[in-house]
Every structure is written in structure tokens, then in C-alpha cells.
């Protein structure tokens, strides 16, 4: 039987999201949503954080804030 190199990933593990923290500015694994800027009269927004940025500077991620 062939042995296989993919390991299976942990069920609490999802997808990982790759992309710009907005507070070191470069590229970063697992970024999540802090802010969202909603589209008036300009263009709309949405920064993301990486977990040693929220860490850091005590950021609220988008999802977890008061309605």
C-alpha cells in the first residue's frame, strides 16, 4: 500500500487566509477582519489584522463587536 504525505488537518482547523495586515503592512497568514469602512459617496473598505498585530494593539475583530 502507498504511503501518503498529506496529513489531515484538525476538524477545528478551517481554510487559512492569507493577506494584507493592515497594521505592519505586508502579506500575513490567518488575517481576520477588524474594521470595515461602508461605502457612501466613496469607496468602501474592509481591513484586516494578523493575530500578532491584534495581539499587540488589543484589536477588536469585526465579528465580535456590540451590534
Not at 461605502?39 to 481591513?47: E, F, L
Request: contains cysteine; negative net charge.
Amino acid at each position: 500500500m502507498p504511503e501518503t504525505t498529506h496529513t489531515q488537518q484538525d476538524s477545528d482547523s478551517g481554510p487559512r487566509t492569507i493577506g494584507w495586515c493592515a497594521w505592519h503592512k505586508d502579506i500575513a497568514d490567518g488575517v481576520r477582519v477588524i474594521q470595515v469602512d461602508e461605502q457612501g459617496s466613496g469607496p468602501g473598505g474592509v481591513r484586516h489584522a494578523c493575530q500578532p498585530c491584534i495581539d499587540k494593539h488589543g484589536l477588536v475583530l469585526f465579528a465580535e463587536r456590540p451590534l
